[in-house]
């Protein structure tokens, strides 16, 4: 005999058993926001304490690569050395994530990076992000140099962002120094050869080179969904790609809860401005919350009963054991949001 509940249905019904389906095995702190900011940028730097509530980054990358030229690779270094510092002398409070993206280990400024990385872990950085990661012997080999600088084993973010990344993503993924998976879409999306295409969601429309639109992610769906099906078999994180219009909200807005649709932790970010939306979006909206409630509320009212044979009803609805998991993870996630949030 089934115990049977009936709540007050919600009109997005479908979309929150969707959202109850997805990401159960994953850890629950959120990683909804990874927000770059280029160590040569002092300004940039400077700003990040002054962000707070739903503004703040739920991770910042600390960008020693792409978003610094060559010229200004060793400046960028000492001013991220000399920001950790700052922090740890003025005891300054920082709830976010710190990740340092090092260059490829082929360049002339990996060594350097690897070696300020290493230095500013002292003062509580908590990840390494490397870049152009394809497959598990340039993994190995990062792992190797960093064993080297230090006892202690250091947490990877692997970039995905070439074809050979995307057939490796699972070996990558499996790693146990790896505890995420970061998508660079365009830098996939130019070695893939999609060709330029029209910004869609907006009504400002533009063409973009590498874009990471709606219309030109038709072309990353299968190799989105493959580095999301390593991330899930191997239970990482896994972090959608930017957006590089942000002045798009619309298309932003889409882009985002597209993300979220297809099972994406969260998204790497180029503005500041991005943050408190994303943040939104991929946090439990209050509908998946309360729904997630009834669900924990049936299944425990189920289980005190004699007649209870191991799946309970909810509004008409199979509830198993791994819903009320998911659920549960739900209502974790919330809460672990609400307490760095108020931070």
């Not at 990076?113 to 992000?129: F, L, R, S, W």
Request: proline content about 4%; glycine content about 6%; overall charge negative.
């Amino acid at each position: 005999m089934l115990v049977t509940h009936r709540f007050a249905r919600s009109s997005n019904k479908t979309h929150l058993r969707r959202a109850l389906s997805n990401n159960a095995s994953v850890p629950a702190r959120p990683f909804r926001t990874v927000l770059y900011v280029p160590a040569s940028n002092t300004r940039a730097l400077n700003k990040l304490f002054s962000l707070a509530g739903r503004s703040k980054p739920d991770a910042v990358m600390f960008d020693l690569e792409d978003g610094v030229g060559p010229s200004n690779k060793s400046e960028a270094r000492e001013n991220l050395v000399q920001f950790f510092k700052d922090v740890s002398e003025s005891n300054s409070s920082s709830s976010f994530f710190k990740m340092i993206r090092v260059n490829r280990m082929d360049t002339p400024w990996f060594q350097e990076d690897a070696t300020i990385a290493h230095q500013v872990m002292e003062y509580n950085c908590d990840a390494v992000v490397l870049p152009k990661i394809e497959g598990l012997p340039d993994l190995e080999a990062a792992a190797d140099h960093f064993q080297k600088l230090t006892s202690h084993d250091v947490p990877f973010w692997p970039m995905i962002e070439t074809p050979k990344a995307i057939l490796s993503a699972g070996d990558i993924a499996s790693h146990p120094s790896v505890h995420g998976l970061i998508l660079g879409t365009n830098d996939l999306g130019k070695e893939l050869q999609l060709r330029p295409s029209q910004e869609s969601g907006s009504s400002t429309s533009t063409f973009s080179i590498g874009s990471t639109s709606a219309t030109s992610r038709e072309g990353l769906i299968t190799s989105l969904q493959l580095t999301i099906l390593a991330a899930r078999a191997h239970g990482k994180f896994v972090i959608d790609g930017v957006y590089n219009n942000f002045r798009d909200a619309e298309g932003f807005y889409y882009e985002c809860n597209q993300g979220k649709e297809w099972g994406m932790d969260g998204k790497t970010l180029i503005h500041p401005s991005q943050v408190a939306v994303t943040n939104e979006i991929f946090a439990p909206s209050n509908d998946e919350v309360d729904y997630a409630t009834k669900v924990v509320a049936c299944w425990e009212e189920a289980t005190r009963q004699d007649s209870f044979s191991g799946v309970a009803v909810l509004d008409g609805t199979l509830i198993e054991l791994l819903h009320v998991k998911t659920a549960r993870k739900i209502l974790d996630t919330s809460e672990r949001i609400k307490e760095a949030e108020s931070q």
